[in-house]
């Protein structure tokens, strides 16, 4: 009896174990899966801002034109991805947005950059500058 | 400001059916996000009515604006609007809030007394208050009106986005925002100790003194 009851009390304890590790595994890969996602998604964000950047130092756009200019250099992302930047970059005081009358005629909300954008734009370019070399250099090894 | 919002009212017109429906969830969802500045919550919904128009006239989906996940996407604007500032204008709206709900509450608690003392006969002419009961149950209406109108937001914001049948919206907003609030009220001003020293005032009164305090919402609504 007593010996059964062990038995029992044993194999509670490893199934009980099993699954804590199961869920401790599972949340981990969890976790890795979404720090992953988010470096991803936070490289590519700052990369996406410097080329805003660099499109409104050239010329004053209004949200849509900015859209196509992106794609027009074959930048594919979600077209809805520039409002929440925009945002940013004028929270950061990098760019400044005024509402004015377009040529076609309704209101529309055209970026231009500030000093502090210039600045950013600047670093920006040198960083990339800096990181270009050496990572094409790095993938091109690995083809060989 | 308003002209924006008016601007934006008009515009909406021109949305069809489907892009319609996303774009005022969206627009309602951000619109609801009260600690963020008005001014750039205004313009960024201008900006992306614009851009929807525009895909629409191409011929595209909202899908390629919002991303599979509207909601999400809301939240990423949500986020990166920049707080508002705490200002005169928001204060006067409390008091405004504050006011409002206590006159309305005054005035029908009057209206209503007065109507069964003449209508129906009922004996008392005149009511007994306890001020130290009274303040307590004015505060704690107050903290519930605020939650109820936390909780209606929230709600809204929760079914943004979804398709809620009306039945359920019918029965979780008649019992959470109707009678769980009410219920509360009521037991409320049953349970509550009587204590303070009584005043007694002529019920007629009690219609009058809403009708200031309503007043006073309006001048608080004026200021802001």
């Keep these: 009896m007593l010996k059964k009851r062990k038995a029992y009390i044993i194999q509670l304890y490893c199934v009980t174990r099993y699954w804590i590790l199961f869920f401790k ?41 900015l859209a196509m200019k992106l794609q027009d250099h074959a930048l594919d992302v979600s077209e809805g991805s520039i409002y929440p930047i925009l945002l940013r970059l004028q929270k950061e005081k990098l760019i400044q947005g005024e509402m004015r009358k377009s040529p076609s005629g309704p209101n529309r909300k055209y970026y231009t950059l500030t000093d502090a954008g210039e600045e950013s734009l600047e670093t920006f370019r040198k960083n990339w500058e800096y990181l270009k070399k050496p990572v094409d250099q790095l993938l091109d090894e690995e083809d060989v | 400001m308003e ?31 009260y600690n963020k500045s008005v001014a ?69 608690n009057g209206l209503v007394s007065t109507v069964c003392h003449y209508g129906f006969g009922l004996p008392e002419s005149n009511q007994t208050y306890y001020v130290g009961t009274l303040a307590i149950n004015t505060l704690l209406s107050l903290g519930i009106a605020f939650i109820l109108v936390y909780a209606v937001i929230r709600y809204i914001c929760w079914a943004c986005f979804k398709d809620v049948t009306k039945i359920f919206e019918l029965l979780f907003t008649g019992i959470v925002f109707g009678a769980l609030p009410f219920g509360i009220f009521l037991a409320l001003f049953y349970f509550m100790p009587s204590f303070g020293p009584p005043i007694t005032i002529e019920l007629y009164w009690l219609i009058l003194i809403g009708i200031c305090f309503y007043l006073l919402g309006s001048l608080f609504k004026r200021k802001a």
């Design chain 2, 40 to 108: 750039e919550t205004e313009e960024v919904l201008m900006e992306l009515l614009d851009h929807l128009l525009i895909l629409q006239q191409e011929g595209r989906v909202a899908s390629e604006l919002f991303g599979d996940n509207p909601k999400q996407y809301a939240n990423e604007i949500v986020g990166e609007l920049p707080q508002k500032m705490l200002s005169k204008k928001m204060i006067m709206q409390f008091f405004m809030g504050v006011f409002y709900f206590l006159g309305v509450a005054i005035f029908l």
């Design chain 2, 3 to 33: 002209s924006l919002i008016v601007e934006n009212n008009e515009k909406r017109r021109l949305l069809n059916k489907e892009n319609k429906k996303i774009y005022e969830d969206m627009l309602m969802y951000v619109r609801l996000s």
């Design chain 1, 25 to 65: 595994n599972f949340s981990n890969l969890q976790y890795k899966v979404g720090e992953e996602m988010a470096i991803r998604s936070q490289l590519l964000k700052g990369i996406l801002e410097g080329c805003i950047l660099a499109i409104i130092s050239k010329e004053t756009v209004y949200g849509y034109e």
